[in-house]
């Protein structure tokens, strides 16, 4: 069985992200973040809340290793993580990008059973 430390790093290798990255989404710095993978920190309630926010993470699996490790549903992490990718695009593409999102509600709209 893994400890909630150990729970932390799957969390973060599983999105692909360095200790750095990781630490900016959760809101502390990077050696605190290695200091806690490596059970030398412990994992607050606030990081563990953050963690399952922020990343859909189910906060029973983090907590004490039961269940799955995604939640079954978190819009608010896939709210985040679509304003995070819209952030980095373009004027132009992110114009598109709201059209085809006004065509695709409009389709979805019209095509809705009832």
């Not at 412990?42 to 563990?48: A, G, L």
């Not at 304003?83 to 695009?89: A, G, P």
Request: hydrophobic letters at 35%; a positive charge.
């Amino acid at each position: 069985m893994s400890t909630i430390n150990e729970r932390v790093k799957v969390v973060r290798k599983h999105f692909k992200m360095n200790q750095a990255e990781f630490a900016a989404k959760i809101y502390v710095n990077s050696g605190f973040l290695s200091a806690l993978e490596h059970g030398n920190k412990r994992v607050t309630e606030r990081v563990r809340k953050l963690i399952s926010v922020t990343f859909g993470i189910n906060e029973e699996w983090l907590r004490d290793g039961t269940g799955e490790m995604i939640a079954d549903e978190n819009p608010d992490y896939e709210i985040q993580e679509i304003v995070e990718l819209y952030k980095q695009l373009s004027p132009y593409f992110k114009n598109y990008f709201r059209r085809q999102l006004k065509d695709i509600m409009e389709y979805e709209r019209l095509n809705r059973k009832e």
